[in-house]
């Protein structure tokens, strides 16, 4: 999905680009039209091929992190089975004063 929108963003970004620097030097309309289509095409693919890149980078993060909460999880999991193994003595009893 992020590789679609960034592939569109440069895309569009590098028509405009050529059109406007196209259109500032009076190009013929032709020339501007192609050079700006040739522009968008190559920067769409340019785009799509960061994308991608970052989607695999925000995919193996989750993935990462997710593990990470995983294992923490069960490092909880595994000191309150101890902790009930144990029992009560884990537990110490409230200090009472003499009154």
Not at 21 to 41: D, E, H, K, Q, Y
Not at 65 to 83: F, K, P, T, W, Y
Request: aromatic share 8%; proline share 3%.
């Amino acid at each position: 999905m992020l590789s679609r929108f960034t592939a569109a963003g440069f895309g569009l970004f590098a028509f405009a680009v050529a059109v406007l620097a196209g259109v500032w030097v009076n190009n013929p309309f032709t020339v501007v039209l192609s050079r700006g289509l040739l522009a968008l095409i190559v920067f769409f693919l340019i785009g799509l091929a960061l994308g991608a890149a970052a989607d695999a980078v925000v995919a193996e993060h989750s993935r990462t992190r997710e593990a990470g909460i995983r294992e923490q999880e069960n490092l909880v999991q595994d000191h309150v089975d101890e902790s009930t193994k144990i029992g009560a003595a884990t537990i110490p009893a409230p200090h009472r004063s003499a009154a």
